[in-house]
């Protein structure tokens, strides 16, 4: 099995926590740890693939679109609505600088 997710980064306080998951997406808070999860199932051979730089690559690219295609956008989807994506799309990005947020691979076989 393989899957990627977005996860918070590791040894966060509560409060980094918390902003973890405003600026992340919704299922970025997890109440246990993806290897638990997958050990709990009996998944084994557990291999974990950091991919944050290729997300924060990705992120950034998906705002300078938005920004180099704002009036369309807008066009196609109102101003609110371009504003709601460009507020979440730079909290993306300022949650993967300050490390609340990270992409990861994993692959892990059944036993």
């Given amino acids: 099995m ?8 590791t040894d966060l306080t509560p409060a980094q926590r918390r902003r973890a998951g405003r600026v992340g997406p919704p299922s970025v808070m997890l109440p246990t740890s993806y290897p638990s ?3 709990s199932a009996g998944f084994v051979d557990v291999e974990i693939i950091d991919l944050t ?3 924060r690559i990705t992120q950034q690219a998906k705002f ?3 920004e180099r295609h704002r009036d369309e956008l807008i066009a196609l989807v109102g ?8 507020r979440d799309r730079r ?3 300022d949650g993967i600088d300050a490390g609340l947020l990270r992409r990861r691979l994993y692959v892990a ?3």
């Fill in 2 to 9: 393989a899957f990627l997710t977005i996860e918070p980064g």
């Fill in 37 to 39: 999860l997958l050990r």
């Fill in 53 to 55: 730089a290729e997300y």
């Fill in 64 to 66: 300078d679109e938005a």
């Fill in 79 to 86: 101003v609110d609505e371009h504003e709601e994506g460009r």
């Fill in 91 to 93: 909290n993306t990005l």
């Fill in 109 to 111: 076989r059944r036993r």
